[in-house]
Structures are given as C-alpha cells and as structure tokens.
C-alpha cells in the first residue's frame, strides 16, 4: 500500500515534472531543477516532507522521475532544488550541528574555487582468489576496500576493475561584508558541487568574487590525522544541490521589456544628464563637474582590439579624487558602490598588492597551489572604488600600474604563470600629504603617489574645502536636511533603473567617433599644442599629451553611451573637452608661469623646475672648471651664483634633490656637490 507521501510523489512527477522532463529529453540535460515554490504550491505537506529528510526523499524523488521515463535514468539524471523558504535562509556563522542532514540556502561570496576534479562514488573490486565482483559505494575521502569476499569467504586481496567517477569541484564561500556586524570577520564553508553544478556553462557563477547563493544539504566531513587515524571531531560542508549568481555584472543582468520601453524612454529627455548627475549622491552638494564624470565613467568608453596582433585600447574610465578632510570624497565612492552594475569599495589602509591583485595560496585539501584573484580583477567589467589609495604601501601601489593601463595583471609564482583580465574602471579618492591642498604645488608632490601611477588616470579633481557665505549655507541646508529626513533628497532616476540603464547601454550601445567629433577634439588637442613654440633654450613645457587625447575620446563615447546613442556627435567631444579642460585647470596649470604644462601630472616635475634644475647643473659644471680635478662646489657658492641669475635657495635645494634623484650629481660631503 502506497504511503501518503508516494502518493504526493508520482501526483507532482505527472502533473509538475512532465514538461521540463520533455524538455530534458530533448536537451539531453543532466539535471531538473524545481523552484520549491512550485513544490509549496503543489501541496505544503509535501514540501514537509522533503524538508524533513532531504537526502532520502530527493532519492525517492528521483527513483519516482526514473520509473515515471525509464530513458532518463540512462542520463543519471539529477533532482536539483532552488528557492528554499525564507525561514530556511541562514547565514553562515549560524550553521550548528543540528542542522547536519538539513537542506539550508546561504548567500557569500566565493574565496576560493579549486579547479574541477574526478572523485569515485562507487568502485568494483574483483577478488584475486575467486575473480567475484564487488561493488563498494565510496562516501570517504580515502578508498575503501572490501574486508571479506561475500563468495569465497576470504580476506584475500582485491584488484580494481572499474569506478564510476563523477566531476566535482571545491568552493570556499565566505559571508558578503553586509551581512557582517560590526568588526565581525567574515566566517566561511566549504561547499561541494558535483556533475552539472561544474559543467562550463557555470563557470560564470563560480569565479572567485561573486556573490551567489547555494541550495544544499549540510553534511560533515571528517577530519583526519597525519597517521591517517580519523579524528572525533568533524567540518561541516554543503553538498550543494543548486548555486546562482547574486551580484551579476552587466552582461547577465535582466531587462524586461517594460524596463526597456522606460530606459528609451528616459534616453530620449533631453534633461538626462542632468538628471544622472542628480542622481549621484544627492545629500552631497555641488560637485557638479565630479559627478558630471563619474556619470560617464559608469558608462565608459569603447575597448578596442585590433583583429590582428595585440594591439589593445582600453575603455575604461578612471579617475582620481584629491581633496581636503571633510570634502565627501568617501560619502561619494560608497554611493557609487550602490548604482553601478558591479563594483566593490576597498580602502587603502586596509588593501595589499595580493587583495588588489592576486596572489597564490596553498590548497591544504588537495597540498597544491592556487590561485586566489584580488579585486581588481573581480570586479572585471565593473567599477573599483578605492578610497585613500595615498595610504596604501608603496610596493603594493606597484602592483596596479600594469592593470590600471594594460588591463590585466601577471603573475608567476609557484609554478604558476598565469594572466588575469581586469576590465576594471578605478574610481579613487586620496588626501594631500599636509591635509590641506596647496594650488601652487604639483600634484604629484602633495599626495604620496608616485606619478606614474598618478597620469594613468583619466580625470584629476581637486575638492577644496574654501569657506564661502553662500556655498557653506547651502551646504548646511543640505546636511542638516539629510539629517532630518534621509529621503528628503531623493535621486532624480531610481537606482535600479540606473542601474539598468547603464548595463543596457554597455550590452547595446559601441558609439563611433564622427569626423565632425574628432575634429572637435583634435582642434582642441592641436590648438592647446601650438600655443608653446620650441624657440629658445630650456626646456618648454608641454601643455597636453596623446594620453589626454585618448581620455577625451573615452568621455566622449561615455557621453554619447548616456544617450544610447551609437554616434559620438560634436556635442558629446565638447563635453569631453570642457571635462579635460578642468582637469587641466586645476592640476596642469603651471601658476609661476601662468602656463598649462601637463609634466607636473606625468613626471612630477614642471617645466620651470627642470629648466632651474639645468642652471643650477651649469652653474656647478662652471665651478668645477676653475678648480683641480677631484674638487667640490659648497651649497654656499652656488647660492651666491643662482642668486645673480634670479633663483632663490629653496629653489636650488629644489633643483639640488632633483639633481641627486636623477643622477645628474652627488653629494660626498655634507653640502658639498660633484658632478657625476
């Protein structure tokens, strides 16, 4: 006589499971997923039942599947559930010893994923004796063999003659940051995927850094000792029975088609940029050019590759925020965090080359080598916000330099040679060495960032905390209304349609430069060039440079992306221009000069100084003439001969520091300099 349950059983197989079986048939798929919705709405008690013995009753599920078409079972078809009840979504910290046997969802993000390996799950063993075969189920990490014949009787030895092997892969799910409190650190699990949950159409959901959530039953694993002796005490693992993406990036985000209708919709206002930069933290007042940019970086340029050979330009956006304490540098990289398809926010302080990069980890399941991504290249074809990057240690700010302009990161280390992709836009935020910035002094010399890592940005703004009666009562208003009513300022465009806006641009939109844009650009580009003649001696100063000619082209395809628009007109190069010109403003203008000269971004190094640097350099050189061979120049002398030609003693210490950090001179004595 059926039980209660069959009965439920074969009832939801022929009513709920004939279809997607059809379609297995069809697709010669490996596995059938429910949604356990289905299953509630079938019949609650069933779902019960499933609930309360998982690993028996989804064995029982499947035998049914089986007997229901006997064709499936020649595909070893697996019964995969999703979508548990919310009172069955637990965190990590929160798995105890009661819940072994039970079916569990959790949500983390993936550490670690070891590469996919063969494990048996039943092995044949055939006696040597009488040549009987057994068949033994492997459920251990170790082998394990037959201890007597079940035909002859004997402990004899036994030869392995056949193992059904199935795929399977080890992740290491650590818990999201916002499911932490306070300084907790983050717990972790080992979860074990088997047959399709490892096939290369998963791959995506699998990489390290992606949020996803797993479906499956919480068993333990036992621990062993070096001497192979089984400990009393034991892990507890997941046998995942299904796993999702959560944090997806643009290319697999959904858009329906009434999401659609309204993005083109919105597409169409002619108040859209606007709008998009109001929708960029909007308690934070001003700042209309900074948001004005990361409106674009979000969208970003055009990568392009040429179809033969290696040549690369990338379309990523980045850009860098210096400014005064108190200026809402941080409050504007975690609002981005929000609105971006996929970004992450890691501090200086608290990141190395490994957490930026990548590094190499030993495996202490399987003693070998891997690889562990850092979060540049996690957050590939997404957005990275890095706040105080000043702070950072110099060696590992190095480690940037190759992602930031080449896109990927290399690493060889352990037997490991291995390349990384990191499509990844920085957005970055940093302090002047004095707390306060200075105009009159380069960039370079003012944030503890060496300039070649400074000029691979795109777009450099300084924010300045300068008291104003009229900027500091609006801003006044603004805080103190945030304070009273969170939601007073609201965006003008809903975050998720932001969001979705920008993942349909990136999925749809690749703009071309029109003739009428590129001329925009180039007179720009051509004009600021020719204002600086190479007449005369010294070095002159270089106003602009081709890396600033390819950002402009970037934020002019950012733009032309933000209206969905596959041409880049005039007024998308404007746009691009009056950004640059900005920049240039405020970080490329050399003010002893009243000059634009882009070295002080580049090389840390103005015009001016060089060109002070080579006096000081002749006027030593004329010394030493006078003097025997193996002579020095005092501080003092050169300060007397530098003050007859106009330069001051700061600035030939200034010119002094350059000389020696470039080799030009040296200093044996204390202020005492020889040439080199």
Known sequence: ????????????????????????????????????????????????????????????????????????????????????????????????????????????????????????????????????????????????????????????????????????????????????????????????????????KFERNIIPGNKVTVTGIITESPIFYPSGKKSNTSDIIINASFIEAVEQGFEEIEITHDEEAAIKELSRDKMIYTKFRNSIAPNIFGYDNIKDAIVLQLFGGVRKAASAGNSVIRGDIHILLVGDPGTSKSSLLKYVVGIAPKARYVTGTGSSAAGL??????????????????????????????????????????????????????????????????????????????????????????????????????????????????????????????????????????SNLFKKYIAYSKQNIHPKLSIEAMKVIQEFYLNLRSQYSNEGEGVKPIPISARQLEAMVRLSEGSAKVRLSNIVTVDDAKRAVDLTMDYLSEVGFDRSTGEFDIDRVMTGLSSSQRNTALTIKSILRAELENLPEGSMVSVTKMYENADKVGISKTSVDNALSILKKEGEIFEPKLNFYRLL
């Open 1 to 200: 006589m059926k039980s209660e349950f069959d009965t439920l059983l074969s009832a939801f197989v022929s009513k709920k499971l004939s279809e997607p079986l059809r379609e297995i048939l069809a697709s010669n798929k490996g596995a059938v997923v429910i949604d356990f919705k289905d299953i509630d709405d079938f019949s609650p008690q069933f779902g019960d039942y499933l609930l309360s013995e998982p690993e028996e009753k989804l064995e029982e599920l499947k035998q049914a599947i089986y007997e229901y078409n006997q064709t499936l079972k020649e595909l070893d078809l697996e019964v995969r559930i999703r979508n548990l009840p919310e009172n069955f979504h637990i965190l990590i910290r929160q798995i105890r010893s009661k819940h072994i046997g039970k079916m569990v969802q959790v949500s983390g993000l993936i550490k670690v994923a070891v590469s996919v390996k063969p494990v048996a799950v039943s092995i044949n063993f055939e006696c040597q004796s009488c040549g009987h075969i057994t068949k033994v189920e492997q459920k251990e990490k170790t082998i394990k063999t037959p201890q007597i014949c079940p035909n002859c009787g004997r402990k004899g030895r036994f030869k392995i003659v056949e193992k059904k092997l199935v795929d399977t892969q080890r992740i290491v799910l650590e818990e999201a940051p916002e499911d932490l409190e306070g300084g907790a650190q983050p717990e972790h699990i080992d979860v074990m995927l088997k047959k399709d949950l490892v096939d290369p």
């Open 357 to 494: 990069t990548a590094t190499i980890i030993k495996d202490e399941a399987t003693r070998s080598y891997i690889l562990e991504a850092g979060a540049l290249p996690l957050t590939n074809k997404g957005l990275l916000m890095i706040d105080e990057i000043d702070k950072m240690n110099k060696d590992d700010r190095v480690a940037m330099h190759e992602s930031l302009e080449q896109q990927t990161i290399s690493i060889s280390k352990a037997n490991i040679h291995a390349t990384l992709i990191s499509q990844t836009s920085v957005l970055a935020a940093a302090n002047p060495k004095l707390s306060r910035f200075n105009l009159f002094d380069q960039v370079s010399s003012q944030i503890d960032l060496p300039p070649t890592l400074i000029n691979r940005f795109d777009l450099i703004f300084i924010l300045k905390d300068k008291p104003d009666k009229e900027t500091d009562r609006l801003v006044s208003d603004r805080i103190l209304e945030a304070n009273r009513d969170i939601n007073k300022n609201k965006p003008e465009i809903d």
